[in-house]
């Protein structure tokens, strides 16, 4: 899944994949501005301006739809 903003500082971006048993996750964060990743381990870091990769493992699902969730703060 993918989506991406043209803000009044830039692009943002973020684009994540399942690669195996991992999350993969692509950030795009503008010029001058920092961002607040969240991953569903609860892992959290401060992304600077560029290009981003970033892992996490995969919750184990118990039940439930199963949704994903992470966190972008601008």
């Known amino acids: 899944a993918s989506a991406e903003h043209e803000s009044p500082h830039g692009r943002v971006a973020a684009a994540w994949r399942i690669e195996h048993d991992e999350l993969v996750l692509d950030v795009t964060v503008p010029a001058g501005c920092s961002a ?4 569903p381990d609860g892992t959290s870091t401060t992304a600077g ?4 990769r970033l892992r996490a493992a995969v919750p184990a699902r118990t039940s439930g739809s199963g949704a994903l969730m992470t966190s972008i703060d601008i």
């Open 36 to 39: 607040e990743v969240v991953l």
């Open 49 to 52: 301006p560029g290009d981003h």
